[in-house]
């Protein structure tokens, strides 16, 4: 720990040099953008509850599905090369007939299928996904569509490349060394909040509309903290039609270091000024989403660990059936919970976003540096994938909320990068010694 404070020091350091440089880069060709006077707008957005979030002390962490639960699908490379219609190679599209599929696959147990036709010696891609998954994007029994962004396949060893599902893994330091902080921020930090939500948000605005499917990562980076309690979130936020609202949800909690200190897992709002739905039963709220359990918890360590989400609101048919999907990288386990909105079901998404938060800070001294990285990949529009520049505006708007007008900046801050025709956003919260 006094080591990362060390690194984080130094960071402040140079920091604080390249704030009159502009933005910093976090990888070639990307460029964070921060918040300025002029692209913020100051307002109450933000549909949350005050804090503290429910979290019931002797809640059990989520399991992950159970294998009997999973599709693990062995494709020879020779099959999918000549199935593969995508032409872009971040993208699986494969689209066969149930008959042609049953003809080249056999299942064997646990939902394993296997090639009929694999060659000798021939290598295989291998998708292992949740069958909820593959039943919700697979909606024509006649038809089977193995049509999936390409880092859900795994790739033999010796074919793995950019684009085929391999992302670049970058130690904490390395990306925290990268990021920015406003000067303002660096040069005057407030004393206090209110323990009332202090938030930063960026929003990204759809210039198509019909997105009902989105998938991304949430990644903490860093955390270290000292003193008494507090609750921090760093969130994706998908606002949509009708006032519905989904997040995945990054919560930093110092009243149980010792336990699980970053808990990952999502929350649905079902229509403006709604209580929150948690996965599990709050005293507020009687509903909790179905699924595999509660929440995913979740470290920071020398290599940061991804936490895939996958958010999808059904039309047609199963309207108001909201799902949404989890996969941490490192293990690769998945979790899945879902909810029915039977009140106003949403249909599309309004606005994309993601936020950094905080509240609950009492009296006395305390210090916290907490980072995420949020990150939006893929997007789908009546069943065909888009990257999401090519349906959201790549400009994003900073959106800051506070109960107390004269502390501000409060502790919390963010910003955001377009890298890979998909954007980031790291959401922070810093309350310094």
């Not at 291998?126 to 569509?145: C, E, F, G, H, Q």
């Not at 980076?221 to 609750?231: A, N």
Request: net charge neutral; charged share 20%; glycine share 6%.
């Amino acid at each position: 720990m006094k080591k990362k404070l060390g690194i984080w020091g130094i960071s402040l350091l140079i920091a604080i040099m390249l704030v009159s440089m502009g933005c910093v880069p976090v990888s070639a060709g990307t460029q964070i953008i921060t918040p300025e006077k002029t692209n913020i707008i100051r307002t109450s957005h933000a549909q949350h509850v005050d804090f503290p979030v429910e979290i019931p002390k002797d809640l059990q962490p989520a399991k992950p599905l159970p294998e009997s639960e999973m599709y693990i699908i062995g494709i020879p490379e020779s099959w999918l090369k000549e199935k593969n219609i995508s032409k872009d190679p971040e993208l699986i599209d494969i689209s066969v007939s149930k008959k042609e599929f049953d003809s080249a696959f056999a299942q064997g147990t646990n939902g394993q299928f296997v090639s009929k036709q694999l060659k000798t010696g021939e290598k295989t891609v291998n998708l292992r996904i949740p069958k909820t998954m593959y039943s919700a994007l697979n909606t024509n029994p006649d038809m089977v569509k193995l049509s999936f962004p390409a880092k859900q396949f795994t790739f033999p060893t010796s074919d793995q490349k950019t684009g085929s599902g391999l992302t670049e893994k970058r130690s904490a330091d390395s990306i925290q060394d990268s990021l920015l902080l406003p000067a303002s921020l660096l040069a005057n930090p407030v004393t206090r909040c209110t323990p009332e939500t202090c938030a930063w948000r960026v929003s990204f605005t759809p210039n198509k509309s019909g997105i009902n499917y989105m998938t991304g990562s949430i990644t903490p980076l860093t955390y270290t903290y000292s003193g008494r309690r507090y609750q921090a979130f760093q969130e994706l936020e998908n606002y949509y039609n009708n006032g519905v609202l989904i997040e995945v949800i990054s919560e930093y909690d110092s009243s149980d270091f010792s336990g699980s200190p970053i808990k990952v897992f999502p929350v649905v709002y079902n229509g403006e000024n709604a209580n929150p739905v948690y996965p599990w039963v709050s005293t507020r709220n009687p509903e909790h989403l179905g699924g595999t359990g509660t929440y995913i918890p979740a470290t920071v360590g020398v290599v940061s660990q991804s936490y895939e989400w996958y958010v999808l609101v059904n039309t047609g048919s199963n309207l108001g059936f909201y799902q949404i999907w989890m996969r941490d990288v490192r293990n690769n386990q998945w979790y899945y919970y879902d909810y029915h909105d039977t009140v106003n079901p949403a249909t599309q998404i309004n606005t994309s976003e993601s936020s950094s938060e905080l509240g609950t800070i009492p009296l006395g001294a305390i210090t916290l540096f907490a980072r995420s990285q949020v990150r939006n990949d893929w997007c789908m529009i009546n069943g065909i994938w888009k990257h999401p520049d090519e349906v959201f505006n790549s400009v994003g708007t900073f959106d800051f909320r506070s109960p107390d007008g004269i502390n501000w900046p409060p502790y919390v801050w963010t910003g955001y990068s377009w890298d890979n025709r998909a954007w980031n956003v790291f959401p922070m919260v810093n309350i310094p010694a």
